[in-house]
């Protein structure tokens, strides 16, 4: 089957799978979406915000289509992942991204919200400089165990190398009730660099769980 795999770009036709992905992946095996729970969104109403904001492809952070890889096998959708190079553009993601969200969520939906921004602020590891950031990494369910995310970081390394040769971390954030995809990043030789976690349990009202691991590969 995978005689027929293709890792491609992706283009602006592939925004829903994309979503989908971002979608899938935040939910990290429970029903929680965290933009769904933070701005009080239904998930098509938030669908329907990631489509608009998808579409103005603003590089350097996790909600641009261009910045992910997509794995077709026989012309079906397999895979995705997001990825980037931190502060490329001089501009930290997390202020891309909040810029962007706060253009496209509901005014009253972001009021509402704020004062839950503290405690999910105590739990945010911030992205290093001059890192590659890997997001939102998912695969279909029928095409798991075939190796495709490992493909997909591998390519979206090759990329980024030939762009920046400067670089010589890759990171990722698997959160800490996800132990299968932390084994499979260590088998792909990314390290635990610490966690961060929290008693609160009011955070799962918010979040699919109470932390994430940092973790990371060195390039060569």
């Known amino acids: 089957m995978l005689s027929d795999l293709i890792i491609r770009k992706a283009a602006i036709k592939d925004i829903d799978f994309i979503i989908t992905a971002i979608f899938e992946a935040e939910k990290s095996f429970t029903d929680t979406i965290s933009f769904c729970k933070i701005f009080s969104l239904t998930e098509e109403e938030l669908f329907s915000i990631f489509q608009k904001i998808l579409v103005e492809n603003i590089t350097g952070q996790e909600l641009c289509y261009s910045d992910y890889l997509i794995a077709e096998i026989g012309e079906e959708y397999a895979a995705a992942c997001g990825a980037w190079i931190e502060e490329a553009n001089d ?83 698997p959160t800490i009730t996800n132990a299968s995809a932390f084994r499979a990043y260590n088998k792909l030789g990314f390290e635990l660099v610490y966690e961060r976690s929290t008693d609160n349990a009011d955070v799962l009202e918010y979040l699919p769980a109470r932390g994430k691991f940092l973790m990371e590969k060195i390039l060569p």
């Open 91 to 173: 501009v930290p993601s997390a202020i891309l991204k909040a810029d962007i969200l706060f253009g496209f969520i509901p005014h009253e939906k972001i009021i509402e919200a704020k004062h839950r921004f503290p405690a999910l602020q105590k739990l945010n590891i911030e992205r290093e400089k001059d890192t590659l950031q890997i997001v939102y990494a998912y695969v279909k369910e029928k095409f798991r165990g075939k190796g495709l995310v490992g493909m997909l970081i591998n390519e979206h390394i090759r990329i980024q190398k030939e762009l920046f040769p400067h670089i010589k971390k890759v990171q990722l954030r």
